[in-house]
């Protein structure tokens, strides 16, 4: 038995510490592999913390509210797992019973005591097996890459439930259903994190009054218009990092959704370039507000969308989610009075406030910015 | 006692060389040079020089154009005491000198029970991109890593050239240093100070997350270079060079392997019984295999002779446009 320390998980790219929430588990406990033995916070959600082996919880050093950097232990488990000695001084391992040979032999089976051979499914009669951990062998048959194997089996998937998107239909790692987030805890705390995060950054607004075009889904034409526009000037779709401009290979469009329980922030990978948008916005918003949102769709956002429109807001400034560098706040879109060639007329418009981190772009790369933005909406 | 910072200097591969030569030679005196045109023709790429002048023809010996006989009379030389490096103009050449590198040179050692030791290096040039044409442009290095009683090094940097070089000529066994033509006239710092490296010691040139790129001689700045332009492309590949390819030191590109999850290995050799074959196949017997999120790759050399026409010479071996494009196919695809 060896002690192996249960760290604090890295659950997003841009993550380096987390927030102990609670145990669900004490000193003492028995916990198995893949149970949830706590709750921690990340920069984007609250998170479960899966025991990675089975064992004993043996000393909790992460107490409600401590801050821990990604990779540190938050616990002890005492486990058979992984001992490098574990399994030396066994005997060989057990042949494998012998598979029926029902087609070889044509008699039928007497009629007596059902023979445990007969019946499909596990190896039968594994021989005093001692080793009390299950370890869910992945069918045979099933072309998946190692650690998709591995990740499988830590987390009791059965491969063969799983639609494989790899070369010659190998499962590959991200087709596995992603961990499930479930924020039950009010979302507050996170935003207060990180907006007080956006009070370090500086940032301005730049606003406009953009023409917009008759119809009636505005988050999913701004949406659109947003990614195109980033991808169209990605010297924006970038954060500050490490002393320097990184720009992101990907637009991902963070969309502000009032859940009742607060602000999510689901994120739309390129969405300019996916032709049912629509109904991808509709379904993220739904379970957004279901709270079933998995942590993959949390994360990855260069950039937020936030629409009041609804509300009758006017026009609003938004603050940027670090380490994004923009973000885009769009308000009512309304009938104006404009004026026209020798007269007035009326125009649908909508004023939106687009935030920039100063240290990524200037007032001229933000209005260029929002000029790409009017461009798409009206093409 | 105090850490003194290491001086280092610019100086190029060759002279790196030459410089670990003139220094092994300074300190021991039974380290001498001998090969064809070592001389006062300073060697068939310039490496040696004007040690002639400095060493004397005792201790920097022409020969006939003679391989066998070279690495044979260095064989005898290292058995009688002496610390003999062969130069071999073209690594292709060792060919003729086969039957003393492997049956002599290698076993006696061993045959004799570990009474008697060879302690000889064996320097060549190796690899393409010269124009050289088939018989002077392979990379042969998997011969003799797949050779017991061989050490083989492949320096990618000057400073390596120079500190690998000191510790072969300091092994008690034979070791074949392979040295790349085309970085002969690169530069890089130097250290001046005569610390032999250690041999069986990777170096991990680069960290990323996405993926691991292992890579020897020429290939090492060819994957440095892609991986630079992976970079803005958002793809962050880790860079690990063997350096010694035998003995091995597996256990950084298998923690690596296990931090990316994927493997892209690199050589000039042709692909086929290649040494990154090894190279996959340890990392497939390691525990990096639970890890894997790709099936492991190879970019090698085309299973053809070198060509002569510089385009084809070209497309016959990984540039760093098709490391870059092997790369993000692993990252994307998996």
Redesign the interface.
């Known amino acids: 038995m060896q002690e192996a320390p249960l760290v604090m998980p890295k659950m997003s790219m841009t993550m380096t510490e987390g927030t102990l929430v609670t145990w669900h588990k004490s000193e003492g406990d028995e916990v198995r592999a893949g149970e949830v033995v706590c709750e921690v916070a990340t920069d984007k959600v609250d998170m479960e913390v899966e025991a990675p082996a089975d064992g004993t919880l043996a000393r909790i050093v992460a107490q409600p509210d401590d801050v821990v950097a990604v990779g540190e232990p938050i616990a002890y488990l005492t486990t058979a797992a992984e001992d490098l000695l574990a399994g030396l001084f066994d005997g060989p391992a057990p042949e494998p019973a012998p598979q029926p040979e029902r087609e070889r032999e044509p008699e039928p089976v007497p009629a007596a005591p059902a023979p445990v051979a007969a019946q499909p499914g596990p190896a039968p009669a594994a021989p005093a097996a001692a080793e009390p951990e299950p370890v869910p062998a992945a069918p045979a048959g099933v072309a998946a890459v190692p650690a998709a194997r591995r990740a499988a089996a830590e987390r009791g998937i059965d491969l063969a439930t799983i639609t494989p998107t790899g070369p010659a239909a190998t499962i590959r790692l991200a087709d596995l259903p992603p961990l499930e987030v479930k924020p039950r805890r009010s979302p507050r705390a996170v935003i207060a994190r990180r907006m007080s995060a956006s009070a370090q950054v500086p940032q301005f607004v730049v606003y406009r009054d953009l023409e917009v075009p008759a119809g009636g889904d505005w988050t999913t034409v701004f949406l659109r218009a947003l990614a195109g526009a980033l991808r169209r000037h990605p010297e924006l779709n970038a954060e500050w990092a490490d002393g320097d401009v990184r720009r992101h290979g990907h637009v991902g469009v963070a969309l502000a959704v009032d859940t009742g329980r607060g602000l999510l922030a689901p994120v739309l990978r390129d969405p300019d370039l996916d032709d049912g948008l629509a109904g991808r916005v509709r379904d993220l918003v739904r379970r957004a507000r279901a709270g079933k949102l998995t942590l993959a769709e949390m994360s990855g956002g260069t950039t937020t969308l936030s629409n009041l429109g609804g509300f009758a807001v006017d026009a609003f400034h938004a603050l940027l989610s670090p380490p994004q560098a923009t973000a885009l706040a769009v308000g009512r879109v309304q009938e104006k009075v404009v004026p026209v060639p020798g007269g007035i007329g009326l125009s649908l418009r909508c004023t939106v406030g687009l935030t920039v981190d100063h240290r990524v772009g200037d007032g001229a790369d933000a209005a260029r910015l929002l000029a790409s933005v009017q461009e798409l909406l009206t093409l | 006692m105090t850490a003194v910072a290491e001086q280092t200097r610019t100086l190029t591969y060759a002279e790196a060389v030459r410089e670990a030569l003139a220094q092994a030679m300074t300190a021991d005196e039974r380290v001498f040079l001998l090969g064809e045109d070592v001389g006062t023709y300073g060697g068939a790429f310039g490496v040696t020089g004007d040690l002639v002048h400095r060493f004397g023809e005792e201790r920097i010996r022409d020969t006939p154009i003679s391989e066998l006989g070279i690495v044979g009379a260095a064989v005898g030389a290292a058995l009688a005491g002496m610390r003999p490096v062969v130069e071999i103009q073209f690594s292709d050449f060792t060919a003729q000198a086969m039957d003393q590198i492997v049956n002599q040179a290698a076993k006696i050692h061993f045959m004799l029970g570990g009474a008697a030791t060879v302690p000889m290096v064996l320097r060549a040039p190796t690899g393409s991109g010269t124009g050289a044409a088939a018989q002077h442009s392979q990379s042969l290095e998997a011969w003799f890593a797949h050779v017991p009683g061989l050490k083989v090094v492949m320096p990618a940097t000057p400073a390596d050239a120079k500190t690998l070089l000191l510790a072969a000529i300091e092994d008690p066994n034979p070791v074949i240093v392979l040295e790349h033509k085309l970085l002969y006239k690169q530069s890089g710092p130097v250290p001046e100070a005569a610390t032999p490296a250690r041999l069986g010691e990777a170096a991990v040139r680069r960290t990323g997350a996405d993926l691991t790129i292992v890579a020897t001689g020429v290939m090492v700045s060819r994957a440095l270079e892609a991986a630079e332009q992976l970079a803005?492309?958002?793809?962050e590949a880790s860079v690990i060079d063997p350096r010694t390819l035998k003995p091995l030191d597996a256990q950084p590109i298998v923690d690596d392997v296990i931090r990316t999850?994927r493997a892209l290995l690199v050589q000039e050799a042709p692909k086929t019984a290649g040494f990154m074959a090894e190279i996959a196949a340890t990392i497939g017997e390691s525990p990096a295999?639970?890890?894997?999120?790709?099936?492991i790759a190879r970019l090698c050399g085309l299973d053809v002779p070198i060509p002569y026409a510089p385009q084809l010479e070209r497309a016959a071996v990984p540039q760093a446009g098709d490391i870059v494009r092997a790369a993000a196919d692993l990252v994307r695809?998996?």
Do not use: S
């Open positions: 803005t492309d958002g793809v999850g295999f639970g890890h894997l999120r790709a099936p695809r998996w």
